[in-house]
């Protein structure tokens, strides 16, 4: 059993920062790949960007430059900086994880991003 908690959504204003925070419980959180997703208002969730164990990223085009993945093994930690921030970037932001077989998922964080 693997419990993700997200943390540091809120409200920002165009052009401005967050970053988010997703602790796992997992006791061997270092082997695992860790990944954001996002999930507007009446949409599909997407894919935001992926950090394997090697370090190895992966970002959707739409914030490519942008948002920064990493992980810290030693807080069983996984970040998500997010700069330059758009009000297309409104969503609720998931962290998920893939555990023998079983995907895993946080209970969410909003982001609004304000014009």
């Known amino acids: 059993?693997?419990?993700l908690v997200e943390s540091g959504g809120g409200l920002v204003q165009a052009g401005g920062s967050l970053r988010l925070s997703c602790v796992s419980s997992g006791s061997i959180f270092?082997?695992?790949a860790m990944g954001w997703y996002r999930q507007a208002p009446g949409?599909?969730?997407e894919l935001v960007a992926t950090i394997a164990s090697t370090g190895r990223t992966n970002y959707a085009d739409s914030v490519k430059g942008r948002f920064t993945i990493s992980?810290?093994?030693?807080?069983?930690t996984v970040y998500l900086q997010m700069n330059s921030l758009k009000p297309e970037d409104t969503a609720a932001y998931y962290c998920t994880t893939t555990v023998a077989g079983r995907q895993y998922w946080g209970k969410g964080t909003l982001v609004t991003?304000?014009?």
């Open 30 to 32: 270092s082997i695992y």
């Open 43 to 45: 949409k599909q969730r």
């Open 71 to 76: 992980r810290d093994n030693a807080k069983n």
């Open 1 to 3: 059993q693997v419990q």
């Open 113 to 115: 991003v304000s014009s």
